[in-house]
């Protein structure tokens, strides 16, 4: 497996030692296993090829200008899911004329009173004792430098707080509670498609198949997750998707087949986060055909596949117009995919599409449904086997209405 990649980028204002303050942390990304590419010019940003593959992007440059080329580079890595780290004003006073940036970071300085070497109490929030950032210091502590006066997001998760004690230069603000440390997190879509032998036995092994539209379900989902206002994470392989990924995502895509080597510790936490309504479930196509030893993922989705007897142009129905995946399709939907059967359809599936043969002993041949126990969701749909799908705009649309369904849970409304 490649090394997760990290940037670090310095410059700016010289009087912060930028790349002296960076120097110290180069050697701990790379002992923590990243492959760290160092940068002194904004034009990284602007590097789509380089900005596609960082994982972490660590940033202390005070002051400068952000182009709208570079800013975006930035901003569209961080909503797919890098991380953005800083301290003091290299992160949070710089590009002063980017309001967008300082919405991404949650904060900007506006002052440092006591000047540059004032002593000052830091104190961490209680609740935040635990927090891997703050572990293990004090719950108080003092330290001389610049005591930042700054706006802050008030959406933020605050980790730890300074208070100013009557500075001579603007007594007004004494007593004023400023927050030192803060954490700013982006609701993720996180996109599995992991491909794996349904019996790994080397000396009889059955494998799975590997369809072609995986890439372009990630570019769709890709879309669907800036649409909803989420970040995007691709995991082709789930044994890569660490825990911590799994307890900080919204959305969990699955477009797996073949016995996805889930471990007990992913599993206790979509299990958890799902039945909390914390994470929501989505499967496309082939997921209902993955994971068969875990016998709680084919509840989630509320199916099991049970083989696909035909491909063609299908006649699809539409059950239920009032669900968002479904209110904008015509019905009969004409739709080329592959006929999709299940078994251990769950009692309490709500019927969206479905292929009908009046007077067969066949019926009713369920396609796509949702599954709502409160305050869980999720969402399946049995379509999308063949590249074309994901540029047919009713399949699209189908598959946003799904997605936003399930979201609907967490945002408060009750949805359709």
């Given at each position: 497996m490649p090394a997760e990649r990290a940037l670090v980028l310095w410059g700016g204002y010289p009087g912060h030692q930028p790349r002296e303050a960076v120097e110290r942390f180069i050697p701990y990304l790379s002992g923590?296993?990243?492959?760290?590419?160092?940068?002194?010019?904004?034009?990284?940003?602007?590097?789509?090829?380089?900005?596609?593959?960082?994982?972490?992007i660590l940033q202390n440059w005070t002051t400068g200008d952000l182009t709208a080329d570079q800013f975006e580079g930035l901003s569209a890595a961080v909503r797919r899911g890098a991380g953005l780290v800083g301290w003091h004003g290299g992160l949070c006073d710089a590009f002063r004329h980017l309001p967008a940036y300082q919405f991404m970071t949650g904060g900007q300085w506006l002052a440092h009173p006591g000047g540059s070497y004032a002593t000052y109490t830091v104190d961490i929030v209680p609740a935040a004792a635990g927090d891997p950032v703050v572990a293990g210091l004090a719950g108080s502590f003092s330290i001389t430098s610049e005591q930042y006066y700054l706006a802050v997001d008030p959406a933020v998760e605050v980790l730890a707080t300074t208070?100013?004690?009557k500075p001579a230069?603007?007594?007004?603000?004494?007593?004023?509670?400023?927050?030192?440390?803060w954490r700013k997190g982006w609701d993720e879509l996180l996109y599995v498609s992991d491909v794996s032998p349904y019996r790994p036995d080397p000396s009889h092994p059955a494998m799975a198949g590997v369809h072609q539209s995986l890439g372009s379900a990630g570019t769709a989902l890709e879309e669907i997750a800036g649409l909803c206002g989420?970040?995007?994470?691709?995991?082709?392989?789930?044994?890569?998707?660490?825990v911590s990924e799994l307890e900080g995502a919204r959305l969990l895509?699955?477009?797996?087949?073949?016995?996805?080597?889930?471990?007990?510790?992913?599993r206790e936490v979509i299990e958890r986060r799902a039945a909390a309504g914390e994470?929501?479930?989505?499967?496309?196509?082939?997921?209902?055909?993955a994971a068969y030893r875990w016998p709680a993922i084919g509840d989630l989705l509320g199916g099991r596949f049970n083989g696909h007897p035909i491909t063609g142009d299908l006649p699809i129905t539409v059950i239920d117009r009032a669900h968002p995946a479904t209110a904008h399709l015509p019905s009969p939907w004409r739709f080329?995919?592959?006929?999709?059967?299940?078994?251990?359809?769950?009692?309490?599936?709500?019927?969206?599409?479905?292929?009908?043969?009046?007077?067969?002993?066949?019926?009713?041949?369920?396609?796509?449904?949702?599954?709502?126990?409160?305050?869980?969701?999720?969402f399946y749909t049995a379509l999308g086997h063949f590249v074309a799908a994901y540029e047919d705009a009713n399949y699209l649309q189908h598959?946003?209405?799904?997605?936003?369904?399930?979201?609907?849970?967490?945002?408060g409304g009750a949805g359709a």
């Open positions: 923590a296993g990243f492959d760290v590419v160092v940068k002194d010019s904004l034009d990284a940003y602007a590097d789509a090829e380089l900005m596609s593959s960082v994982r972490v208070t100013f004690r230069e603007a007594p007004w603000i004494e007593e004023a509670v400023i927050p030192a440390v989420l970040g995007f994470a691709h995991a082709p392989r789930a044994a890569d998707i660490a895509v699955l477009f797996t087949i073949g016995e996805t080597p889930w471990s007990a510790a992913q994470l929501g479930i989505v499967g496309v196509y082939s997921a209902t055909d080329r995919d592959e006929l999709y059967l299940f078994r251990e359809l769950v009692p309490d599936a709500r019927l969206l599409l479905a292929v009908e043969f009046g007077g067969s002993d066949a019926g009713t041949l369920p396609l796509a449904w949702c599954v709502e126990r409160p305050p869980a969701r999720s598959l946003l209405g799904g997605v936003r369904w399930v979201l609907g849970a967490a945002a």
